[in-house]
Nanobody, 122 residues
Framework: QVQLVESGGGLAQPGGSLRLSCVVS????????MGWYRQAPGKERVSVAR???????SYADSVKGRFTISRGNAKNTVYLQMNSLEPEDTAVYYC????????????????WGQGTQVTVSS
């Protein structure tokens, strides 16, 4: 079973930075797409950043120019670099990925991480 584990959340000051990491437990796989979502208390989960393999990343208007999604060289890790943080960025952040296993590229699976808390406050 594939697991996505987020880390890197915590408390940051307004204007500060955090880098979130998402580690995929499965080694024999390929990403089809990957993204980061967030959910603030009492609100719906929304997309923050996402890209399809071979394509350019897309970002929510609220984070454009401040957040960057990327894939690690190890191929089992994705990152969300968050700069110029604002109190409105406070939320639980979730990693999400569409993955195919090396044994069968015809079947795509979608997985979610458990989330990591990000709090931006002075």
């Amino acid at each position: 079973q594939v697991q996505l584990v987020e880390s890197g959340g915590g408390l940051a000051q307004p204007g500060g930075s955090l880098r979130l990491s998402c580690v995929v437990s499965e080694s024999l796989f390929s990403f089809r797409s990957m993204g980061w979502y967030r959910q603030a208390p009492g609100k719906e989960r929304v997309s923050v950043a996402r890209f399809v393999s071979g394509g350019s990343p897309s970002y929510a208007d609220s984070v454009k120019g401040r957040f960057t999604i990327s894939r690690g060289n190890a191929k089992n890790t994705v990152y969300l670099q968050m700069n110029s943080l604002e109190p409105e960025d406070t939320a639980v952040y979730y990693c999400n990925a569409d993955i195919v296993r090396s044994t069968d590229f015809r079947v795509t699976y979608n997985y979610w991480g458990q989330g990591t808390q990000v709090t931006v406050s002075s």
